[in-house]
């Protein structure tokens, strides 16, 4: 069974899966109701010591500017930076028409957050045979109804669409067929895999592993002894083996994010930092799905690999700000810490749809 060059398929055993990312999202919407931010480097975030770059326009990224980065070093990097603060109410009504157009297509959608998500077309409402001429219809449709423009990757399972929706931004499209997937996954440096940061991506190349080609190499025993149950999908995405399904609204009893750092942490501002960090993944997420939670955890491993949990829970769903401050709190109240920190991670539960706007929200004073 082979998916074709131009992304239809002979035979019935593959999946034809699109992943649909925006390009520059954040970024990308206030340029297009701001015409004076147009062309110009643009960060959508705070421009205050402790601010995070949650997006960044292209203009912006040719200076090194990215997302998650911290507002002062991207003012380093682009002394031109404009900073605006976030909208998420415009980036969510976008998000919606975005979604809309899925919905002509598919009914198979699985939001990842605002600006991308994943598309089962395998089984289409328009009975189109081309899933490449599926993720052109769609993205020339989000172009027409919004004015932005997206990418996207066309695969037959999930990582290798998400690999290819970044071979051709901004505005373009890749498809990966079953006959180039191996090769495809083989010549990737393992750095740019979804799903391995940079510490993991450095723990890799200390082990002699640069590539796919080089993580194929390795045995399955082997991935599992130095990566634990990531073992597996490391072995497996080195083969372009990919099984899980498009899940539509499948319900989540908790969101969170968490990271290991390179080099260990004791500094309390840094630590703070890197927790903001973790914080505004997590919303993003939330703001995606339209939810809130009311229970914020904070999980910290040490350099001595002893792990802890904090928790806090609040009578009502609580806002970004709300959030930051929680688990800034709960990230204080174990601070001074006789060992480095080496992994931070926060999680939101207790979740529950967006409240009516008319319901007040509980703040905070920490």
Same mark, same amino acid.
Request: proline share 5%.
């Given at each position: ?40 480097? #643009?960060? @959508? ?5 402790? +601010?995070?770059?949650? =997006? /960044?326009?292209? *203009? !912006? ?126 010549? #990737?440096? @393992? ?5 391995? +940061?940079?510490?993991? =991506? /450095?723990?890799? *190349? !200390? ?160």
């Amino acid at each position: 069974m082979t998916l074709q060059a131009d992304g239809s398929e002979r035979g019935a055993d593959w999946r034809k899966i699109i992943h649909v990312d925006m390009d520059a999202f954040y970024a990308s919407v206030e340029q297009r109701d701001n015409p004076e931010l147009r062309g110009k480097p #643009l960060a @959508v975030g705070g421009a205050v010591a402790r +601010g995070v770059v949650a =997006a /960044a326009s292209y *203009e !912006a990224r040719a200076f090194g500017v990215r997302s998650a980065m911290p507002s002062v070093t991207a003012k380093r990097k682009c002394p031109e930076l404009i900073f605006v603060p976030p909208r998420f109410d415009a980036y969510r009504a976008v998000s919606a028409q975005i979604r809309e157009v899925f919905a002509e297509h598919t009914d198979l959608i699985e939001p990842l957050s605002l600006d991308e998500a994943y598309l089962d077309v395998t089984h289409n409402r328009l009975n189109i045979a081309s899933a490449t001429t599926i993720a052109e219809m769609i993205r020339a449709k989000i172009l027409m109804v919004t004015g932005l423009t997206a990418s996207a990757g066309i695969s037959y399972n999930k990582f290798l669409a998400k690999m290819g929706s970044d071979q051709n931004k901004p505005n373009g499209q890749f498809v990966i067929t079953p006959r180039h997937g191996p090769a495809f996954v083989e010549a #990737l440096p @393992v750095k740019k895999f979804h799903g391995v +940061g940079p510490a993991t =991506a /450095a723990k890799m *190349e !200390a082990l002699g592993i640069e590539t796919g080609a080089d993580l194929k190499e390795k045995s399955l025993p082997f991935l599992q002894q130095h990566f634990g149950k990531a073992g597996l999908w490391y072995y497996q995405i080195s083969r372009a083996v990919d099984d899980r399904a498009v899940e539509p609204d499948r319900p989540r009893k908790s969101i969170g994010a968490e990271d290991t750092f390179a080099v260990d942490i004791s500094d309390l501002n840094a630590s703070l930092a890197e927790l903001k960090l973790l914080v505004a993944k997590v919303w993003g997420y939330c703001e995606a799905k339209g939810i809130r939670g009311r229970t914020v955890t904070l999980k910290i491993k040490f350099a001595d690999f002893q792990q802890i949990t904090r928790s806090r829970t609040v009578a009502v769903p609580i806002q970004l700000s709300d959030f930051e401050h929680l688990a800034a709190d709960l990230l204080g109240s174990v601070f001074p810490v006789r060992n480095g920190i080496r992994l931070l991670g926060v999680t939101l539960s207790s979740l529950g749809d967006v409240l009516p706007p008319d319901q007040p929200q509980l703040r905070f004073e920490l």
